[in-house]
């Protein structure tokens, strides 16, 4: 019997350099795909597959994430006063029960596997996921809730991967490739911005992770790595040294939002596929882009 997985790691403490001035006096997650907050749909993800309680590494200058996951009493009266039942269902479909969400800082910039460290009390000693809101994955049936399949299979450590192109290895941390399972396989290896050189493969770990608790003692003692961080990547390189990890692919489309064309690009995706907006923006978009051509 594997052990449920409740519980899901948000970290939300990153500056956001690469969106100023649009993130000087806001948190880069609550920039918006359409009229969702990017934290919201990753936590929306989250949901989808079951999660039950959700917890925030957060920051300086990033309590209206905080915000955001509460209830908003003048608003919603106004909205209720107004008759705007529509916009109120939606806000009372958005907000997390009561108690089910956690919220703690970072206190300084140390790295990825340093906000994952700070997560080690409020997850305690289960299994957990981590979802990493720069990445969107556009699926009907979310990425986690699909490695949660796989979990219920495998068990022990999972990540969902996907192949970049040659050029981009080095922005992200690449897997090795063992015996193969069909939609997972045994991870052999892994490597935090490798040259293209230095990859095993060309898969890419994609900022969706199931992990054992096991990973925070080895946080605990880790050393920096890439960037002069500590590296997520370097804790979980050990824990395979002890404990199975699989790589998944996943059906969907990810869009990396760390990255303005990234972003952009998620947020014409998600408009055209929604059914209220989706066909007027496709004739506005064919507009621009004819008028782009005949330029
Ligand atoms: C982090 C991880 C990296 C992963 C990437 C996915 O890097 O360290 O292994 O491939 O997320 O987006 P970051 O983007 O925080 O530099």
């Given at each position: 019997?594997?052990?449920?997985?409740?519980?899901?790691?948000?970290?939300?403490?990153?500056?956001?350099?690469?969106?100023?001035?649009a993130t000087k006096a806001m948190p880069k997650e609550?920039?918006?795909?359409?009229?969702?907050?990017?934290?919201?749909?990753?936590?929306?993800?989250?949901?989808?597959?079951?999660?039950?309680?959700?917890?925030?590494?957060?920051?300086?200058?990033?309590?209206?994430?905080?915000?955001?996951?509460?209830k908003q009493f003048e608003l919603e009266e106004t909205?209720?006063?107004?008759?705007?039942?529509?916009?109120?269902?939606?806000?009372?479909?958005?907000?997390?029960?009561?108690?089910?969400?956690?919220?703690?800082?970072?206190?300084?910039?140390?790295?990825?596997?340093?906000?994952?460290?700070?997560?080690?009390?409020?997850?305690?000693?289960?299994?957990?996921?981590?979802?990493?809101?720069?990445?969107?994955?556009?699926?009907?049936?979310?990425?986690?809730?699909?490695?949660?399949?796989?979990?219920?299979?495998?068990?022990?450590?999972?990540?969902?991967?996907?192949?970049?192109?040659?050029?981009?290895?080095?922005?992200?941390?690449?897997?090795?490739?063992?015996?193969?399972?069909?939609?997972?396989?045994?991870?052999?290896?892994?490597?935090?911005?490798?040259?293209?050189?230095?990859?095993?493969?060309?898969?890419?770990?994609?900022?969706?992770?199931?992990?054992?608790?096991?990973?925070?003692?080895?946080?605990?003692?880790?050393?920096?790595?890439?960037?002069?961080?500590?590296?997520?990547?370097?804790?979980?390189?050990?824990?395979?040294?002890?404990?199975?990890?699989?790589?998944?692919?996943?059906?969907?489309?990810?869009?990396?939002?760390?990255?303005?064309?990234?972003?952009?690009?998620?947020?014409?995706?998600?408009?055209?596929?929604?059914s209220d907006i989706g066909p007027t923006f496709r004739?506005?978009?064919?507009?621009?882009?004819?008028?782009?051509?005949?330029?």
């Amino acid at each position: 019997m594997k052990r449920p997985i409740k519980k899901a790691v948000f970290p939300v403490a990153g500056l956001g350099t690469r969106f100023l001035p649009a993130t000087k006096a806001m948190p880069k997650e609550m920039l918006t795909v359409v009229d969702r907050p990017l934290i919201q749909i990753v936590v929306d993800e989250a949901r989808q597959a079951g999660i039950e309680h959700f917890i925030f590494i957060t920051g300086r200058n990033k309590g209206v994430i905080e915000d955001h996951f509460d209830k908003q009493f003048e608003l919603e009266e106004t909205l209720r006063d107004r008759g705007k039942s529509a916009e109120l269902s939606l806000l009372e479909a958005d907000l997390p029960g009561a108690g089910q969400t956690s919220f703690t800082r970072q206190q300084r910039p140390l790295g990825l596997g340093h906000a994952v460290w700070c997560a080690r009390d409020l997850v305690g000693s289960e299994p957990f996921a981590l979802l990493l809101p720069d990445v969107l994955v556009h699926a009907e049936h979310g990425c986690l809730a699909q490695m949660m399949e796989t979990y219920n299979d495998m068990g022990g450590n999972l990540v969902a991967v996907e192949e970049v192109p040659r050029q981009h290895i080095h922005r992200y941390g690449i897997v090795g490739v063992g015996a193969d399972h069909g939609r997972a396989f045994e991870i052999t290896s892994m490597v935090e911005k490798p040259e293209p050189e230095a990859a095993p493969s060309n898969l890419s770990i994609l900022g969706r992770y199931i992990l054992q608790p096991e990973i925070f003692g080895i946080l605990a003692s880790q050393d920096p790595g890439s960037g002069g961080e500590i590296q997520l990547t370097d804790a979980m390189i050990q824990l395979l040294a002890d404990q199975p990890f699989h790589g998944v692919r996943f059906e969907g489309q990810s869009y990396d939002c760390g990255d303005k064309v990234g972003f952009l690009t998620a947020n014409v995706a998600y408009a055209l596929s929604r059914s209220d907006i989706g066909p007027t923006f496709r004739d506005a978009l064919r507009e621009i882009v004819s008028e782009g051509d005949a330029d």
